[in-house]
């Protein structure tokens, strides 16, 4: 009887730790995190807006062709002007990332009757434009690391 008993409780005990085990996602080695590091906010107003382009279709306004993004409130998440907004389990490739500083958190870019943006934006790279908006080829990074931080400094 102590046998069956000792097996049996063997049995629960591989049960319980096997769970444990298989429930546990083996890291990916063809994926990162890319940290985005946006700088030169104004204020703690609305939200920043952080969208990742896998391709330079739709870059860098087109929602539909967002790889991933995310809206964060600055209320209190940003500090010395500066916040880190991190996209984990990212495929390794080609990215470019553009940001937007949503002040009145309206979800769109508002802009001048000329069309100029009224609120701040920026791209990775820091990548310029004059007269239109940056471009993929500029923006772009290749994320081939496990870590991987990516910068740009809001323009106003």
């Known amino acids: 009887m102590k046998k069956v008993v000792f ?3 063997l049995f629960v005990f591989s049960l319980l730790f096997a769970g444990e085990r298989s429930s546990a996602t083996p890291p990916n080695p063809m994926e990162g995190t890319v940290t985005v ?3 030169g906010l104004k204020n703690q107003n609305g939200n920043v807006n952080v969208a990742m382009f896998s391709s330079k279709e739709g870059f860098p306004g087109d929602r539909e062709k967002i790889f991933t993004g ?7 998440k940003m500090k010395d002007g500066k916040m880190v907004i991190p996209f984990s389990h990212i495929p ?3 990215y470019a990332v553009a940001v937007m500083h949503d002040e009145n958190a309206n979800q769109k870019m508002d802009k001048n009757w000329v069309g ?6 920026c791209a990775s790279n820091n990548a310029k434009s004059f007269l ?3 471009q993929f080829e500029d923006a772009n990074f290749e994320l081939i690391s496990d870590l991987m ?3 740009c400094k809001i323009n106003y």
């Open 149 to 151: 931080e990516v910068g």
């Open 116 to 121: 100029v943006p009224k609120e701040g934006y």
């Open 7 to 9: 097996v049996f409780s």
């Open 37 to 39: 590091v946006v700088t």
């Open 92 to 94: 390794f490739g080609t």
């Open 70 to 76: 995310i809206s964060v409130p600055l209320v209190k």
């Open 132 to 134: 239109a908006p940056p």
